[in-house]
């Protein structure tokens, strides 16, 4: 069983920056895909952004490429999401997923979420 629990979130402004964190624990995270999706109000969740167990591979939505970056710290056993030029669009839930194999994109196939932490860009 693994336990993931965000941070990092809160009320930026349109062009700002934060940088998100979710801690894993109960067993080897360095096995663990890697990902983060959002949920907006009256929207679908959707994936944001996953990293390989050995964090060489990266994958992004199109919406957040070359804004956001995913990166993984396996000796503290958590993954973080630097967001950049943040929009309005860009607010919502944020949550942090893992599964025991290759990243993907689709939520059903992440064995792991955590609670999700808001995040909200003022225009």
């Known amino acids: 069983q693994v336990q993931l629990a965000e941070s990092g979130g809160g009320l930026v402004q349109a062009g700002g920056s934060l940088r998100l964190s979710c801690a894993a624990s109960?067993?080897?995270?360095?096995?663990?895909?890697m990902a983060w999706f959002r949920q907006a109000p009256g929207k679908e969740r959707e994936f944001v952004a996953g990293?390989?167990?050995?964090?060489?591979?990266?994958r992004y939505s199109d919406s957040v490429k070359g804004r956001f970056t995913i990166s993984r710290n396996n000796a503290v056993n958590t993954v973080y999401l630097q967001m950049n030029s943040l929009r309005p669009e860009d607010t919502a839930v944020y949550y942090c997923a893992a599964r025991n194999s290759r990243v993907v994109i689709t939520e059903g196939m992440y064995d792991y979420w955590g609670q999700g932490t808001q995040v909200t860009v003022s225009s």
């Open positions: 990293i390989s167990w050995i964090g060489g591979l990266t």
């Open positions: 109960g067993r080897d995270f360095s096995w663990l895909a």
